[in-house]
């Protein structure tokens, strides 16, 4: 199995940066794909970004594209997921996902790990 441990979010002004982290921990990080989603009080859990096992392969939500920026560090067991340009509609609880499979996609579903999440608040 795989253990996923988020860090980095905190409160940001908007038009500030972020950098989230997630340690990554057992023998399968190095083999599948790697997302983040988001979740917003109220609101169901949303795709974020997401990248292959290489990290050559990346997938971005619309509304992040061009703002974000998914990258993974496969030997120290990191994938990040740095934050430009915040606003406020960006706060969320943003949680780190694992794949078995090597193909980064936009489904919760598709992902077989999770972490606990960590608090993201933009303020305006």
């Known amino acids: 199995q795989v253990q996923l441990v988020e860090s980095g979010g905190g409160l940001v002004q908007a038009g500030g940066s972020l950098r989230l982290s997630c340690a990554a921990s057992?023998?399968?990080?190095?083999?599948?794909?790697m997302g983040w989603f988001r979740q917003a009080p109220g609101k169901e859990r949303e795709f974020v970004a997401a990248?292959?096992?290489?990290?050559?392969?990346?997938a971005y939500a619309d509304t992040v594209k061009g703002r974000f920026t998914i990258s993974r560090d496969n030997a120290k067991n990191t994938v990040f997921l740095h934050m430009n340009s915040l606003k406020p509609e960006d706060t969320a609880v943003y949680y780190c996902?694992?794949?078995?499979?090597?193909?980064?996609?936009?489904?919760?579903?598709?992902?077989?790990?999770w972490g606990q999440g960590t608090q993201v608040t933009v303020s305006s």
């Open positions: 996902a694992a794949k078995r499979t090597v193909v980064p996609g936009p489904s919760r579903y598709e992902y077989d790990y």
């Open positions: 057992g023998r399968t990080f190095s083999t599948g794909a």
């Open positions: 990248c292959s096992v290489s990290g050559g392969m990346t």
